[in-house]
């Protein structure tokens, strides 16, 4: 019952620059709310990547970096590399009471 | 260092119940709400329940409201959730998150989960 759209997949080579959309609305995203962002690795526990829309934690690399606009934000991963194999998961807030907090249908990344 | 770690997750038939515990550390564990998200095998996380540093907030998902009930025990440090009236679609690994700070904070620390899994 993920709320927010993101592309099941993405791919490239090491070195490039790929994005990773997600889309809400304006219950959502489209409110106002902000977005964070996740990497989860192959059984393993989510990580923080991205909070509030574009901070990065402590010790992630600078070559992740978050967008928002609209009913939309999305990840960039520049200068990609062979560990960033993973799945990616935003997350934001929504109006709905009984569902404050909506993640997307996550996306993997893949390098080629 | 901020720690998580869950316990409790098991085998359990349909309409079993089961309790599931965090132990947090590394942290002033009231001065933060709590939260524990989900995953199904293969599946994308969901939310599941919410409860505020002194444990007056409390929120559920719709998916488990009036089954699961979250707690906590703040001088032990301690998280809980209450699984009653299991079913299959339950089945996931049970992530203990902590709420962290700002207007619209993120999940900023995991525990490992624990799996729960509904099954005769």
């Known amino acids: 019952q993920s709320v927010l759209t993101q592309p099941p997949s993405v791919s490239g080579a090491p070195g490039q620059r790929v994005t990773i959309s997600c889309t809400g609305s304006?219950?959502?995203?489209?409110?106002?709310?902000?977005v964070q962002w996740y990497q989860q690795f192959p059984g393993t526990a989510p990580k923080l990547l991205i909070s509030d829309n574009n901070n990065r934690p402590s010790g992630v690399p600078d070559r992740f970096s978050g967008s928002k606009s609209g009913t939309s934000a999305s990840l960039a991963i520049t200068g990609l590399q062979a560990e960033d194999e993973a799945d990616y998961y935003c997350q934001s807030y929504g109006d709905s009471q009984s569902s404050p907090f909506v993640f997307g249908t996550g996306t993997k990344v893949i390098v080629l | 260092e901020v720690q998580l770690v869950e316990s409790g997750g098991r085998l359990v038939q349909p309409g079993g119940s089961l309790r599931l515990s965090c132990a947090a550390s590394g942290f002033t564990f009231r001065k933060y709400a709590m939260s524990w998200v989900r995953q199904a095998p293969g599946k994308g996380l969901e939310w599941v329940s919410l409860i505020g540093g002194s444990g007056g907030s409390i929120h559920h998902g719709d998916s488990v409201k009036g089954r699961f009930a979250i707690s906590r025990d703040n001088s032990k440090n301690t998280l809980y959730l209450q699984l009653n009236g299991l079913r299959a679609e339950d089945t996931a690994v049970y992530y203990c998150?902590?709420?962290?700070?700002?207007?619209?904070?993120?999940?900023?620390?995991w525990g490992q989960g624990t799996l729960v899994t509904v099954s005769s």
């Open positions: 998150t902590r709420v962290g700070a700002g207007t619209d904070p993120p999940f900023d620390y």
């Open positions: 304006s219950s959502n995203i489209g409110a106002g709310y902000a």
